[in-house]
């Protein structure tokens, strides 16, 4: 079964949703086409695909926050505890990876 | 597929973007492994990339997760540039608006 969420905020909602109901399978895949300008997102537990597809280019930053969100749920550490590292970079940077590192 | 130390891994995906300039696609994969070693469970993050010729992996841990998604968001950066930017003729700095949103 497939679903496509209409915007990538609904999707990064979903995905999220779906990793926490079955972190042991779920994948998360980007597809790029240079050739097409187009990228296509996918979550899947191989019985249900949430599919997104877009031109824009604005939205690689919520790729980006959704890939590392995603990267730290699979790496089980706490998602909330990554902030976007641009942020970080203005007041206080490397300090949360510092901390991270350790453990 | 060839398992590769994150380093190898970050050039290598640069050279499938390069690869897939003129034509074709980069399927960029993230998924969970799980090992168990003395009844502990360690979780990291194996992450993928292929195009039709060629495929690449490597593991990422916690220990490195900042750092390696850094870098591999700026490769994202440098090669998805035939993505649409958006044309708003009252917002002059759509940039600074992603960025607080």
């Given at each position: 079964?497939?679903?496509?969420?209409?915007?990538?905020?609904?999707?990064?909602?979903?995905?999220?949703?779906?990793?926490?109901?079955?972190p042991a399978k779920?994948?998360?895949?980007?597809?790029?086409?240079?050739?097409?300008?187009?990228?296509?997102?996918?979550?899947?537990?191989?019985?249900?695909?949430?599919?997104?597809?877009?031109?824009?280019?604005?939205?690689?930053?919520?790729?980006?926050?959704?890939?590392?969100?995603?990267?730290?749920?699979m790496c089980a550490?706490?998602?909330?505890?990554?902030?976007?590292?641009?942020?970080?970079?203005?007041?206080?940077?490397?300090?949360?990876?510092?901390?991270?590192?350790?453990? | 597929?060839?398992?590769?130390?994150?380093?190898?891994?970050?050039?290598?995906?640069?050279?499938?973007?390069?690869?897939?300039?003129?034509?074709?696609?980069?399927?960029?994969?993230?998924?969970r492994v799980s090992e168990t070693k003395d009844e502990t469970t360690c979780h990291r993050c194996l992450?993928?990339?292929?195009?039709?010729?060629?495929?690449?992996?490597?593991v990422?841990e916690?220990?490195?997760?900042?750092?390696?998604?850094?870098?591999?968001?700026?490769?994202?950066?440098?090669?998805?540039?035939?993505?649409?930017?958006?044309?708003?003729?009252?917002?002059?700095?759509?940039?600074?608006?992603?960025?607080?949103?």
């Open positions: 079964m497939a679903s496509r969420p209409a915007s990538i905020d609904e999707f990064t909602e979903k995905a999220k949703e779906l990793f926490e109901s079955d779920v994948r998360f895949v980007l597809k790029y086409k240079h050739g097409e300008g187009t990228m296509t997102l996918r979550t899947t537990n191989d019985e249900f695909w949430l599919i997104y597809r877009t031109d824009q280019a604005a939205e690689l930053r919520r790729l980006e926050a959704l890939q590392l969100w995603l990267m730290a749920a550490v706490s998602p909330e505890s990554l902030d976007a590292p641009e942020e970080e970079d203005k007041d206080h940077p490397r300090r949360r990876r510092g901390k991270k590192s350790k453990k | 597929m060839v398992l590769l130390a994150q380093d190898s891994f970050l050039t290598e995906l640069t050279r499938l973007f390069q690869s897939t300039r003129e034509s074709g696609s980069l399927s960029l994969t993230l998924k992450v993928r990339a292929r195009t039709e010729k060629k495929k690449i992996s490597t990422v916690a220990a490195n997760l900042l750092k390696f998604q850094t870098s591999m968001c700026n490769i994202l950066k440098v090669h998805m540039t035939n993505l649409k930017r958006k044309e708003r003729s009252k917002d002059k700095k759509p940039k600074s608006d992603e960025a607080k949103a």
